[in-house]
């Protein structure tokens, strides 16, 4: 069964940063790209990052690139996104996915809550 | 960047009857497309991809149509469990891929 566990939201600071994790398992993460994927409050789904398979690419929306960084490390089965220079608006659940069959977003994790604010 | 509209943004529909749902794409997108549905607190389900085909273990009453532009999800006969958010997606052209912007499905 895959499994997308992420952690590490939580409430910081205008300008300030903070990394999250997503833990996968059920799936041989370091053959997938794994993607990033914020909602705000009430809001819509908003792309994030995409990271190829092995960390040798990545993507981002406009919106954070600059500031948000995709690593993996395929040892340890585990994606990251390191946000710096955060925003007010950066303030959503950021889900982690992974597309096996179908899509880019076949699965996805609960997601964790990022409150920016001072 | 490719705009996904979603209509209506709310659709109020009885149990037991029929709703349908549309998804406009700004440029083509083939057959690129997708459905989630999502339910409070909830992450997103795929229910839909590439704009017909249904995804492990959605029942047979969801349905998806359309190619280019034009889209649409059919519920054929709701269920209880079926009132949520459903949002379409284009994964042909990105980064970045797009999502539409939703419609809510409630209980009439």
């Known amino acids: 069964e895959v499994q997308l566990v992420e952690s590490g939201g939580g409430l910081v600071q205008p300008g300030g940063s903070l990394r999250l994790s997503c833990s996968a398992s059920?799936?041989?993460?370091?053959?997938?790209?794994m993607h990033w994927v914020r909602q705000a409050p009430g809001k819509g789904l908003e792309y994030v990052s995409t990271i190829s398979y092995n960390g040798g690419s990545t993507y981002y929306a406009d919106s954070v690139k600059g500031r948000f960084t995709s690593s993996r490390d395929n040892s340890k089965n585990t994606l990251y996104l390191q946000m710096s220079s955060v925003r007010p608006e950066d303030t959503a659940v950021y889900y982690c996915s992974v597309g096996i069959v179908a899509t880019m977003n076949d699965y996805w994790g609960q997601g964790t809550l990022v409150i920016v604010s001072s | 960047e490719i705009v996904m509209t979603q209509s209506p943004a709310t659709l109020s529909v009885s149990p037991g009857e029929r709703a349908t749902l549309s998804c406009r794409a700004s440029?083509?997108?083939?057959?690129?497309l997708a459905w989630f549905q999502q339910k409070p607190g909830q992450a997103p389900r795929l229910l839909i991809y590439g704009a017909s085909s249904r995804a492990t273990g959605i029942p047979a009453r969801f349905s998806g149509s359309g190619s280019g532009t034009e889209f649409t999800l059919t519920i054929s006969s709701l269920q209880s469990e079926d009132f949520a958010v459903y949002y379409c997606q284009q994964y042909n052209n990105w980064p970045p891929y797009t999502f539409g912007q939703g419609t809510k499905l409630e209980i009439k």
């Open positions: 440029q083509s997108v083939s057959s690129n």
């Open positions: 059920g799936f041989t993460f370091s053959t997938y790209a």
